[in-house]
């Protein structure tokens, strides 16, 4: 069975820094391409960013609202993806949900965790 | 940047076709998925590729794309369809989502 477990959401000041992590279990974490998805308070979903698999060169995206703020990462020796978030603004407050990328005809969010909440507020 | 927009809300009966749209520039040369979020918990993929559904998925749930519009189809809607529904696409490197249609099943 696949499972994502996200973690590291806490209250954070705005201009703070925090680090969420997701657990990847029952899935070949090596190979696969991972993204993080986000969603404020009663609003809708809103992509964050994605790593590629390091066999396929581990290069990043963003969204425009976070690039220069938000860095993704990965272990693969421990089957961890990795988003670290800086300079954070209350409109970054969110729930965080990471994701396994599937490419079957064409990119799509296949599995998710259940996510994990970060609020920005002084 | 790339936007896709959907209704905020759609209302249907149950046991009728509900039908849910999503409007982008030149949308059919792109592929969408929609997925679905139940209060609470997390989304899950119901279309792919435009029109395929993942293992799982009700046959009752079927998608089409072309031209600027995508379209999700719930045929025989059960009050268990009830929830959010929103349609994504890649736009060079990014994805993009739209802002979610509100499905209520009275």
């Known amino acids: 069975e696949v499972q994502l477990v996200e973690s590291g959401g806490d209250l954070v000041k705005p201009g703070g820094s925090l680090r969420l992590s997701c657990a990847v279990s029952?899935?070949?974490?090596?190979?696969?391409?991972m993204s993080w998805v986000r969603q404020a308070p009663g609003k809708g979903l809103e992509w964050v960013g994605r790593?590629?698999?390091?066999?396929?060169?581990?290069?990043?995206d963003y969204a425009a609202p976070v690039k220069g703020r938000f860095i993704i990462s990965r272990d693969d020796s421990i089957n961890r993806l990795y988003l670290q978030l800086n300079s954070l603004k209350t409109e970054d407050t969110a729930v965080y949900y990471c994701s396994i990328m599937e490419y079957t005809s064409s990119w799509h969010f296949d599995y998710w965790g259940l996510g994990t909440l970060v609020t920005v507020s002084s | 940047s790339y936007e896709l927009t959907q209704p905020p809300s759609v209302s249907v009966s149950p046991g009728q076709t509900a039908s849910i749209t999503c409007f982008g520039d030149k949308l059919g040369n792109k592929y969408v998925c929609w997925y679905q979020q139940k209060p609470g918990q997390s989304p899950v993929l119901v279309i792919y590729?435009?029109?395929k559904r993942p293992s799982g998925i009700p046959e009752r749930f079927s998608g089409s794309n072309s031209g600027n519009t995508a379209t999700l189809t719930i045929s025989g809607t059960q009050a268990m369809d009830e929830a959010d529904y929103y349609c994504q696409a890649w736009d060079s490197s990014t994805v993009v989502f739209g802002g979610g249609t509100k499905l209520t099943v009275l």
């Open positions: 790593i590629k698999s390091n066999t396929d060169g581990g290069t990043t």
């Open positions: 029952g899935f070949t974490f090596t190979t696969a391409w």
């Open positions: 590729h435009d029109s």
